[in-house]
T-cell receptor, first 114, second 114 residues
Framework: AQSVTQLDSQVPVFEEAPVELRCNYS??????LFWYVQYPNQGLQLLLK??????LVKGINGFEAEFNKSQTSFHLRKPSVHISDTAEYFC????????????FGKGTKLSVKP | DARVTQTPRHKVTEMGQEVTMRCQPI?????VFWYRQTMMQGLELLAY????????DSGMPKDRFSAEMPDATLATLKIQPSEPRDSAVYFC????????????FGPGTRLTVT
């Protein structure tokens, strides 16, 4: 069965520092991969997605993620964070040919400090 | 700007009362998902529908929860009777099957049962 592990529940970082949020998944078939962001008191918003092709995926707000099939990882990165990036980030996986449901990780709370 | 809408945004009710949450998926989307989010459990999938038919409701407590799609523009989640442990934020999401399983989330209904 597919599963998603977000290795860090909380990541504190100073403004303008780089950040990496880690995500590992398990699946016996090919997958689609997603990162969603949830700002306080809001719903989840799609940040970026990997479907196929280039393993480096660029998303909104300067975020990018790299798909590594051999390590079954899909880590999210940003070279310089802003206070406004403070939010919870969810990694999600969906198997090719599945019924359409996503399996979400537990989330990582990114806290950007001035 | 197509969006998923949810009503009400906030609901406070007493234990034992019936609660109905409503969701309007994005026009043209044929898959609707209901999630529950709590601090303890994170994001949990309760049920989802394809073309208004339930595909999976295994995440939903059957004795008190029910989910329906009376038509393609309305999904409902009902709790009867409600209990304090049902306090959570309930999200609806919609998507188009085959569209890489990307989901679009509504703003959520924050339910407090006293």
């Amino acid at each position: 069965a597919q599963s998603v592990t977000q290795l860090d529940s909380q990541v504190p970082v100073f403004e303008e520092a780089p950040v990496e949020l880690r995500c590992n998944y398990s699946s016996s078939v090919s997958v689609y991969l997603f990162w969603y962001v949830q700002y306080p008191n809001q719903g989840l918003q799609l940040l970026l997605k990997y479907l196929s092709g280039s393993t480096l995926v660029k998303g909104i707000n300067g975020f990018e993620a790299e798909f590594n099939k051999s390590q079954t990882s899909f880590h999210l990165r940003k070279p310089s964070v802003h206070i406004s990036d403070t939010a919870e980030y969810f990694c999600a996986v969906s198997e090719w040919g599945s019924q359409g449901n996503l399996i979400f990780g537990k989330g990582t709370k990114l806290s950007v400090k001035p | 700007d197509a969006r998923v809408t949810q009503t009400p945004r906030h609901k406070v009710t007493e234990m034992g009362q019936e609660v109905t949450m409503r969701c309007q998926p994005i026009l043209g989307h044929n898959t609707v998902f209901w999630y529950r989010q709590t601090m303890m459990q994170g994001l949990e999938l309760l049920a989802y529908f394809r073309n208004r038919a339930p595909l999976d409701d295994s995440g939903m407590p059957k004795d008190r929860f029910s989910a329906e799609m009376p038509d393609a523009t309305l999904a409902t989640l009902k709790i009867q009777p409600s209990e304090p442990r049902d306090s959570a934020v309930y999200f609806c999401a919609s998507g188009q099957a085959g569209d890489w399983n990307e989901q679009y989330f509504g703003p959520g209904t924050r339910l407090t049962v006293t």
